[in-house]
């Protein structure tokens, strides 16, 4: 056994009996490592990561290119990092699906907000519910596509039409904002309103997240503007 296997097990051990807690970011790093670079100190491959990419978040959105840049990390280890990340929004997205039933903008926002961990575009999202407010199904309108108004609430019209919804809420992200309404989201969710209306389908709500807060457009009390 080398220092490093034993520097290993010791990592393991730790993460076993106290979790990730008492962990800095570099040594969970160095942990993750561990399970995709055999018989090598990974403890420097952590250093190099972190300085690269400036933090544990950096790493995890870098690309794959990104990441076999770095001398030492091949294609298995990139692809892990990469994993990581995205094994954690499923298991998030896993946990809100349990929600079968959207009684409030609190249901509406704990449903949809997982959906939008790690993206860096804004996201468009419909939540489809039926005359007894169970989920239908979610589905992505768009992507960085926000302003394209004739191109999302047509498939908005289409998708809400096609699973038979009663009423439908809508969702988008603001990435690197604050969890506020724009003149254009405004815009945007006055003609939703007006064109599921048209066939009958009502828009209940607007869900705008960023990071880990989102806002209601029904809560604040805006929503009936749109019928005018």
């Known amino acids: 056994m080398s220092i490093h296997d034993g520097h290993r097990d010791r990592l393991r051990e730790r993460f076993t009996e106290h979790g990730l807690d008492s962990f800095s970011d570099l040594n969970a790093l160095e942990l993750l ?26 790493v995890f959105e870098a690309s794959l290119q990104e990441l076999t840049s770095i001398p030492g990390i091949g294609s298995s280890a990139a ?22 039933i959207i009684n409030s903008s609190a249901d509406a926002g704990n449903y949809l907000m997982p959906r939008f961990v790690g993206e860096h575009d804004e996201v468009v ?11 239908i199904c979610c589905r992505e309108m768009g992507r960085g596509v926000v302003n394209s108004v004739d191109t999302s609430i047509r498939r908005i019209v289409e998708t809400a039409l096609k699973v038979k919804a009663s009423s439908v ?31 009958g389908i009502h828009l209940e709500d607007h869900i705008i997240v960023a990071g880990d807060e989102f806002i209601s457009l029904a809560d604040s009390g805006v929503m009936h503007m749109y019928k005018y």
């Open 33 to 58: 490592l561990c399970y995709a670079i055999p018989r090598r100190d990974t403890n420097e491959l952590a250093h190099r990561l972190l300085n690269t990419f400036g933090s544990l978040s950096g």
């Open 79 to 100: 692809v892990l990092l990469m994993l990581a990340p995205q094994i954690t929004k499923k298991s998030l997205v896993s946990k809100a699906n349990s929600i079968k």
């Open 125 to 135: 999202l419909m939540l489809c519910l039926d005359n007894k407010r169970s989920v």
């Open 169 to 199: 809420i809508i969702a988008h992200n603001h990435p690197n904002g604050i969890a506020l309404p724009s003149r254009e989201d405004n815009n945007f969710t006055r003609c939703v309103y007006r064109s599921l209306n048209m066939i």
